[in-house]
């Protein structure tokens, strides 16, 4: 039996953070003013841990003063949002415009950042007259785009989305004056003409809605395969991971580039913002920081993973508003330049050890009640009624829990129908899931989990009453009697058998 820790400890202050409060206090005790220590920015927090952290800009926004400086100093690597963009550099064929791209490398190289080039190939912001080549020339047309680009930013570039978009949702080849001239064939040429003008670059396909496991993930696994089996030089996959609260988390992303990055590939979070509808409140921004801190995680944990790009670190330069009505609040800084709590999130996860914890507080104060919903242990339903309760001082952001029911499937089908019945959070809420355990122990082979795609909860607060129902997809009958997590209780009352999880770390519960 694995007892696991009821409660996350409350960290000590580092020796830095000691110093620099007996620092405060011999100024304020001088009568001068309590100095701010500087703090690490979130590059050198990335750096620290053998990744980058970047954001997007734009030409129109490189006027504004304040933008610029916290640009310059807070992040170690750029993108260009447009600039680098066909319409941009060769709006009529064979005649190349890199002045835009170029004031992006130039500040870059000013202030010691990388540049990751975007794109050479895309659907989109195309200018027309690539559409209207005779299919026998798109090839041609395409690569001298690629050769004139790659080798202009020789260099000045240190990795390039080479392929962008190449995918619909469904996991099929999107459609593209490429893509309908040369099939997918076009994909391997583009690397293999990028390769040939910048033989240093790191070399890209970056789509979006790839960041979890799913069908579109599932093709860009398959396609990148293919071409590294076929010998074409690709260095690695951008997940661009426009996320948005409403649409909950994408599902297993740590997993997702794992498998990435098991194929030999770096994997790069090339484009984060997490969007909302408007106006923000605490819960949306405290599910925002919740997803910001989960990307880094998720890259932290992966070796590949190279670095971060946030798409534009400030709402008042961010696509989102024109693109979506009604939503924005997506970026790291609000739009009077001044850091979110998404912001402390990042730190933290990143490993600052000077936020003071003002992030989220203790995420540990959480228990699970329970009862069985269920009168017929012997028939082929599981119905747990579960209540999830903050016993801390400080909200919990939903997003980040999930709760474990361990129990046996016993005989018949190995699949699992999950429904969730009421909730005073609403089911929509509620995500639920049955999971098998990696080795089996007494009374759990499988677990159903139950998690939250938004949402917080306040100090002293309970979910209210979670009715779940799980059954086999063969509606064989279960042996509920000896399930680790049953109880015949049908009052609630503290589950210590069923566990509670915050950003994966067991908060409460005892493992079977
Ligand atoms: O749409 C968000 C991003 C999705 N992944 C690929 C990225 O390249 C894309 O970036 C955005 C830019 O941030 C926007 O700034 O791409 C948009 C176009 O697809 C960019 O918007 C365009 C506007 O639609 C144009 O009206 C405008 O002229 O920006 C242009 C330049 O400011």
Same mark, same amino acid.
């Given at each position: 039996?694995?007892?696991?820790?009821?409660?996350?400890?409350?960290?000590?202050?580092?020796?830095?953070?000691?110093?620099?409060?007996?620092?405060?206090?011999?100024?304020?005790?001088?009568?001068?003013?309590?100095?701010?220590?500087?703090?690490?920015?979130?590059?050198?927090?990335?750096?620290?841990?053998?990744?980058?952290?970047?954001?997007?800009?734009?030409?129109?926004?490189?006027?504004?003063?304040?933008?610029?400086?916290?640009?310059?100093?807070?992040?170690?690597?750029?993108?260009?949002?447009?600039?680098?963009?066909?319409?941009?550099?060769?709006?009529?064929?064979?005649?190349?415009?890199?002045?835009?791209?170029?004031?992006?490398?130039?500040?870059?190289?000013? #202030?010691?950042?990388?540049?990751?080039? #975007?794109? @050479?190939?895309?659907?989109?912001?195309?200018?027309?007259?690539?559409?209207?080549?005779?299919?026998?020339?798109?090839?041609?047309?395409?690569?001298?785009?690629?050769?004139?680009?790659?080798?202009?930013?020789?260099?000045?570039?240190?990795?390039?989305?080479?392929?962008?978009?190449?995918?619909?949702?469904?996991?099929?080849?999107?459609?593209?004056?490429? $893509?309908?001239?040369?099939?997918?064939?076009? !994909?391997?040429?583009?690397?293999?003409?990028?390769?040939?003008?910048?033989?240093?670059?790191?070399? =890209?396909?970056?789509?979006?809605?790839?960041?979890?496991?799913?069908?579109?993930?599932?093709?860009?696994?398959?396609?990148?395969?293919?071409?590294?089996?076929?010998?074409?030089?690709?260095?690695?996959?951008?997940?661009?991971?426009?996320?948005?609260?409403?649409?909950?988390?994408?599902?297993?992303?740590?997993?997702?580039?794992?498998?990435?990055?098991?194929?030999?590939?770096?994997?790069?979070?090339?484009?984060?913002?997490?969007?909302?509808?408007?106006?923000?409140?605490? *819960?949306?921004?405290?599910?925002?920081?919740?997803?910001?801190?989960?990307?880094?995680?998720?890259?932290?944990?992966?070796?590949?993973?190279?670095?971060?790009?946030?798409?534009? $670190?400030?709402?008042?330069?961010?696509?989102?508003?024109?693109?979506?009505?009604?939503?924005?609040?997506?970026?790291?800084?609000?739009?009077?330049?001044?850091?979110?709590?998404? =912001?402390?999130?990042?730190?933290?996860?990143?490993?600052?050890?000077?936020?003071?914890?003002?992030?989220?507080?203790?995420?540990?104060?959480?228990?699970?009640?329970?009862?069985?919903?269920?009168?017929?242990?012997?028939?082929?339903?599981?119905?747990?009624?579960?209540?999830?309760?903050?016993?801390?001082?400080?909200?919990?952001? @939903?997003?980040?829990?999930?709760?474990?029911?361990?129990?046996?499937?016993?005989?018949?089908?190995?699949? =699992?129908?999950?429904?969730?019945?009421?909730?005073?959070?609403?089911?929509?809420?509620?995500?639920?899931?049955?999971?098998?355990?990696?080795?089996?122990? *007494?009374?759990?082979?499988?677990?159903?989990?139950?998690?939250?795609?938004?949402?917080?909860?306040?100090?002293?607060?309970?979910?209210?009453?979670?009715?779940?129902?799980?059954?086999?997809?063969?509606?064989?009958?279960?042996?509920?009697?000896?399930? $680790?997590?049953?109880?015949?209780?049908?009052? =609630?009352?503290?589950?210590?058998? !069923?566990?509670? $999880?915050?950003?994966?770390?067991?908060?409460?519960?005892?493992?079977?």
């Amino acid at each position: 039996m694995n007892l696991v820790k009821l409660c996350r400890q409350s960290r000590a202050p580092g020796l830095p953070a000691l110093l620099a409060g007996a620092l405060a206090l011999a100024t304020t005790l001088a009568g001068g003013p309590a100095a701010a220590a500087p703090q690490d920015t979130l590059h050198e927090l990335a750096a620290a841990q053998g990744r980058y952290f970047g954001s997007a800009t734009d030409n129109p926004e490189l006027s504004d003063a304040a933008y610029t400086a916290r640009l310059g100093s807070e992040f170690g690597q750029l993108t260009p949002g447009n600039s680098m963009k066909w319409d941009t550099t060769e709006p009529a064929r064979g005649r190349f415009d890199f002045a835009k791209g170029d004031v992006i490398t130039d500040f870059a190289r000013q #202030h010691g950042q990388t540049v990751r080039g #975007h794109t @050479l190939v895309w659907h989109s912001q195309l200018p027309g007259w690539v559409g209207s080549l005779p299919p026998a020339q798109v090839e041609t047309a395409m690569t001298d785009h690629i050769t004139a680009e790659a080798t202009h930013y020789r260099g000045a570039v240190t990795a390039w989305d080479v392929v962008n978009e190449p995918f619909n949702e469904d996991g099929t080849f999107r459609t593209s004056p490429f $893509y309908t001239a040369l099939g997918s064939d076009y !994909i391997a040429s583009a690397l293999r003409a990028a390769h040939a003008a910048d033989p240093d670059a790191r070399l =890209y396909l970056n789509d979006y809605n790839i960041e979890g496991l799913g069908a579109k993930s599932d093709a860009m696994y398959a396609l990148v395969r293919d071409l590294l089996d076929e010998g074409v030089p690709l260095d690695g996959v951008g997940m661009q991971a426009h996320l948005a609260v409403q649409y909950g988390f994408p599902y297993e992303m740590r997993a997702n580039m794992q498998r990435f990055a098991d194929l030999g590939l770096d994997v790069a979070v090339t484009e984060l913002d997490v969007r909302m509808q408007l106006p923000a409140d605490a *819960a949306k921004l405290a599910t925002q920081s919740s997803y910001y801190r989960q990307v880094t995680e998720a890259c932290l944990a992966v070796e590949r993973c190279v670095g971060i790009t946030v798409w534009d $670190y400030t709402d008042k330069y961010s696509w989102v508003p024109s693109t979506f009505p009604g939503e924005g609040a997506a970026n790291l800084y609000d739009d009077g330049l001044l850091p979110k709590p998404a =912001y402390t999130a990042v730190r933290t996860a990143l490993g600052d050890e000077d936020d003071g914890g003002e992030n989220g507080g203790d995420p540990g104060a959480l228990k699970v009640r329970y009862r069985s919903g269920d009168s017929s242990p012997g028939d082929n339903q599981i119905k747990p009624g579960l209540q999830l309760v903050n016993t801390g001082t400080t909200p919990v952001s @939903l997003p980040d829990v999930t709760v474990r029911y361990w129990f046996t499937g016993d005989n018949g089908a190995s699949t =699992y129908g999950t429904w969730c019945d009421w909730s005073p959070l609403g089911c929509a809420t509620v995500t639920h899931r049955v999971a098998a355990l990696g080795s089996p122990a *007494a009374g759990a082979d499988h677990y159903l989990e139950v998690g939250f795609g938004s949402g917080s909860l306040a100090p002293g607060a309970s979910t209210g009453e979670i009715q779940l129902r799980l059954s086999k997809t063969d509606w064989s009958d279960f042996d509920e009697s000896d399930d $680790y997590s049953h109880t015949t209780g049908t009052s =609630y009352a503290d589950a210590p058998k !069923i566990g509670v $999880y915050v950003g994966g770390e067991p908060v409460w519960g005892i493992e079977p």
